[in-house]
């Protein structure tokens, strides 16, 4: 299976280090390589790798803006020079970090956790088709602040109007987005994400009980104990899709 990877790094002598480190890798194709964040979307979006290689300390943008500027993250191995207590800051579930200079063993095992990542996805999904709305095994990339996240969209119970930013509901967290409702509704698969209302998107697999409600609509509770009212113009639409 080859993986197609593209390395984001302001040193080109960085680059060139890893990839000659990589020639030894048949799995990994280097497709493109970028020496800043803004280059890096342009090429990650135009050529949907299967990996970045990404540097987090760049000029202008840090790796971190770049990832948050992805409508969806690609698989990442950072490849860094800050020291591992400062990464334990940021909340990402990469899929590893390498610091520089970076060693040929943990390259190596890195490159086996991707391989064994893709072969347990395969096996599960069939073929993975990368247009289209986003599924739940998507991940997509979070930032607030300092605090960074990776996040399937399986994981995200809720999302949350609140004027041009939306809130983010997963695990114990409500990171801000700058992404407006109906961009998301776009883009999000409609079998798993539903509009309930003018302020709220959910996620129909993270429902715990659904109660009638005034005037025709339903109060939905989710299992991370928010109550979300579904219009009542939605509710006809809801119930058709589930049958109820």
Known sequence: MSIKAIIVDDERLARNELRKLLQEHAAVEII??????????????????????LDIQMPGKTGFDMLADLEKAPR?????????YALKAFEVNA???LLKPVEPKRLADAICKLQ????KEKSEEGSIVNRGP??????????DGERCWFVKLG????????????????????????????????RLDERTFFRANRKHIINLRWIERIEPYFNGGLLLELKGGEKIEVSRRQTVKFKEMMSL
């Open 32 to 53: 493109d390589e970028a020496s800043n964040a803004d280059e890096g979307i342009e090429k990650i979006e135009a050529q949907n790798p299967d990996l970045i290689f």
């Open 76 to 84: 990442v191995i950072f490849t860094t020079a800050y020291d591992e």
């Open 95 to 97: 899929l590893d970090y």
């Open 116 to 119: 064994d990542e893709l072969y």
């Open 134 to 143: 986003l599924t739940d095994e998507d991940q997509v990339f979070v930032k």
């Open 155 to 186: 994981e995200i119970r809720l999302f949350e109007s609140v004027g041009n930013y939306a809130k983010v509901f997963f695990g114990t967290n409500k990171p801000l987005i700058l992404k407006s409702l109906n961009a998301l509704e776009e």
